[in-house]
């Protein structure tokens, strides 16, 4: 059984550039979320991808944008990067059936530096 | 406005005792909890999970314990052992929602 992975690992962008960063999803799992996790704290939930649309949404704005793929794989952009937006971003895969979704699986992160 | 706390930023416990960590939650709308354990330069690793509609569920060295009318959740580790040193983060799911609410983590160190 594959895990999920993530890239890059580490990435370092100037201010106003763009980013784009690759999930592939655990075998066996439908459904991909991204989450940002700031120094100290909790990772926040972004949004969630099933059935190649987006499932929902947490509090960010339109710049930042995903993709989900037919192998379920997924992709996270974010436009017009500010300071803020440097942190550890996750992806998460899990298997959504008609009962609901429970255990997310996380990948390693990729650690986004905007200087 | 956070939904799920935890309100111990560290706890260190002598290897072979038990370890118990907390977590407070404030929306009673949450049917779905989880306990994950995070390494340094990895990503979260999930340990346990229990539905709103038990009290406890038990997995090896791991119990999570539920008391719904005082919205706490604990996790605990019997015995401890170095090994588990890492950072603890609580999860709560939002009734049958697709995100999960995290908290700020517990990082547990644990002496040989």
């Known amino acids: 059984e594959t895990g999920v992975t993530q890239s890059p690992t580490h990435l370092i962008k100037t201010r106003g550039q763009q980013v784009t960063l690759r999930c592939s999803s655990q075998s066996g799992h439908n459904t991909v979320s991204w989450y940002q996790q700031a120094l100290g704290q909790g990772p926040q939930f972004i949004f969630q991808y099933y059935r190649e649309e987006e499932n929902g949404r947490g509090n960010f704005p339109p710049r930042f944008s995903g993709l989900q793929f037919p192998n379920y794989s997924s992709e996270l952009n974010v436009n017009a990067l500010e300071l803020d937006d440097s942190a550890l971003y996750l992806c998460?895969?899990?298997?959504?059936?008609?009962?609901?979704?429970?255990?997310?699986?996380f990948g390693p992160g990729t650690r986004l530096t905007v200087t | 406005d956070q939904q799920v706390k935890q309100n111990s930023p560290s706890l260190s416990v002598q290897e072979g005792r038990i370890s118990i960590l907390n977590c407070d939650y404030t929306?009673?709308?949450?049917?779905?909890f989880l306990w994950y354990k995070k390494y340094p330069a990895e990503g979260p690793t999930f340990l346990i999970s229990i539905s709103s509609i038990k009290d406890k569920n038990e997995d090896g060295r791991f119990t999570v314990f539920l008391n719904k009318s005082a919205k706490h959740l604990s996790l605990h580790i019997v015995p401890s052992q170095p090994g588990d040193s890492a950072v603890y983060f609580c999860a709560a799911r939002p009734d049958s929602s697709y995100k999960l609410i995290f908290g700020s983590g517990t990082r547990l160190l644990v002496r040989p």
């Open positions: 998460a895969s899990s298997l959504t059936t008609t009962g609901g979704s429970y255990e997310q699986y």
């Open positions: 929306n009673s709308m949450f049917d779905y």
